[in-house]
């Protein structure tokens, strides 16, 4: 295996092919059931192994202190952890909209976990690393283990899925929702009965997108603008919205012609995460 110094990942997007809640933990939790499905699209993240025990963020975004940047908190519970004396500089490229549903903030902090294992030579299971990784986001676990799955519990548990590879067009309607008003509000469904074994061939909906849409119209434009093209849905507690497409270059002549106020991009599904794919390919 490779001993390498410094390293650059994708930290890729999801989309939550569905989303059922069936109910709220009395530590304010909620269980649910979602179909987690990876994209060929992200943030990008480069790595560089350091010996002075320090992490340093080369990278700011504007508003966000670097102690609450979630790519600075995964490389510090990593060190905690682990007691190393490496450190390391992490510069990213953020192309993944903040608030958006496509799970940015844990995907980055998922990527940071997998390349500081590498660079430290922690050789950490990938147990041990979404252990770490629940403690900073429910959605965290997913990446790291890196195959498409329903995750049930709080997202923690994943039973594996393989899916057929496709094409998405993802819209954001360029507004940022919190998650953790969506989950506390008041009207949010939250009694969902569990799937069955027989998830495939069960009515699959977003149990988040009712309430959205009433308290961001912009995402119900978006729905509605995206079914001239297939079935709309968001993606976890939103903003962003996405239809599915036989090949690339429908999906791109739908971008072309995408409003103005929005933003978007095409992508592929993968069942195999892009940062393990690409991760393996470093080391070998």
Same mark, same amino acid.
């Given at each position: 295996?490779?001993?390498?110094?410094?390293?650059?990942?994708?930290?890729?997007?999801?989309?939550?092919?569905?989303?059922?809640?069936?109910?709220?933990?009395?530590?304010?939790?909620?269980?649910?059931?979602?179909?987690?499905?990876?994209?060929?699209?992200?943030?990008?993240?480069?790595?560089?192994?350091?010996?002075?025990?320090?992490?340093?963020?080369?990278?700011?975004?504007?508003?966000?202190?670097?102690?609450?940047?979630?790519?600075?908190?995964?490389?510090?519970?990593?060190?905690?952890?682990?007691?190393?004396?490496?450190?390391?500089?992490?510069?990213?490229?953020?192309?993944?909209?903040?608030?958006?549903?496509?799970?940015?903030?844990?995907?980055?902090?998922?990527?940071?976990?997998?390349?500081?294992?590498?660079?430290?030579?922690?050789?950490?299971?990938?147990?041990?690393?979404?252990?770490?990784? $629940?403690?900073?986001?429910?959605?965290?676990?997913?990446?790291?283990?890196?195959?498409?799955?329903?995750?049930?519990?709080?997202?923690?548990?994943?039973?594996? $899925?393989?899916?057929?590879?496709?094409?998405?067009?993802?819209?954001?309607?360029? $507004?940022?929702?919190?998650?953790?008003?969506?989950?506390?509000?008041?009207?949010?469904?939250?009694?969902?009965?569990?799937?069955?074994?027989?998830?495939?061939?069960?009515?699959?909906?977003?149990?988040?997108?009712?309430?959205?849409?009433?308290?961001?119209?912009?995402?119900?434009?978006?729905?509605?603008?995206?079914?001239?093209?297939?079935?709309?849905?968001?993606?976890?507690?939103?903003?962003?919205?996405? $239809?599915?497409?036989?090949?690339?270059?429908?999906?791109?002549?739908?971008?072309?012609?995408?409003?103005?106020?929005?933003?978007?991009?095409?992508?592929?599904?993968?069942?195999?995460?892009?940062?393990?794919?690409?991760?393996?390919?470093?080391?070998?």
């Amino acid at each position: 295996m490779a001993d390498l110094t410094t390293l650059s990942l994708i930290a890729p997007a999801k989309l939550n092919l569905f989303l059922h809640i069936n109910g709220r933990l009395t530590n304010g939790y909620h269980e649910l059931e979602t179909l987690f499905v990876f994209l060929d699209y992200g943030d990008r993240l480069h790595f560089k192994r350091t010996s002075d025990n320090a992490i340093t963020l080369k990278t700011q975004i504007d508003g966000l202190p670097d102690q609450e940047n979630l790519i600075f908190k995964a490389a510090n519970a990593l060190k905690l952890a682990t007691n190393t004396s490496f450190g390391a500089e992490i510069s990213f490229e953020k192309h993944l909209p903040s608030g958006g549903g496509v799970g940015g903030g844990s995907s980055d902090a998922a990527t940071t976990l997998l390349a500081l294992n590498a660079l430290w030579q922690l050789d950490l299971s990938l147990q041990e690393l979404a252990d770490i990784g $629940v403690q900073l986001g429910a959605d965290v676990p997913v990446f790291i283990n890196g195959h498409a799955a329903i995750a049930h519990g709080i997202g923690e548990q994943l039973e594996a $899925v393989e899916l057929a590879e496709t094409w998405y067009l993802v819209v954001h309607p360029n $507004v940022h929702i919190s998650t953790g008003l969506i989950f506390n509000d008041p009207d949010l469904p939250r009694n969902t009965p569990k799937l069955s074994s027989h998830w495939q061939s069960v009515q699959h909906t977003n149990d988040c997108e009712e309430l959205v849409k009433k308290r961001y119209p912009e995402v119900e434009k978006t729905l509605n603008w995206l079914l001239k093209y297939g079935p709309s849905r968001m993606t976890g507690t939103g903003a962003c919205c996405f $239809v599915s497409f036989e090949t690339q270059q429908a999906a791109q002549a739908a971008l072309t012609s995408l409003p103005d106020s929005w933003q978007g991009f095409v992508a592929r599904s993968t069942n195999i995460s892009p940062a393990h794919s690409e991760l393996r390919t470093k080391l070998n």
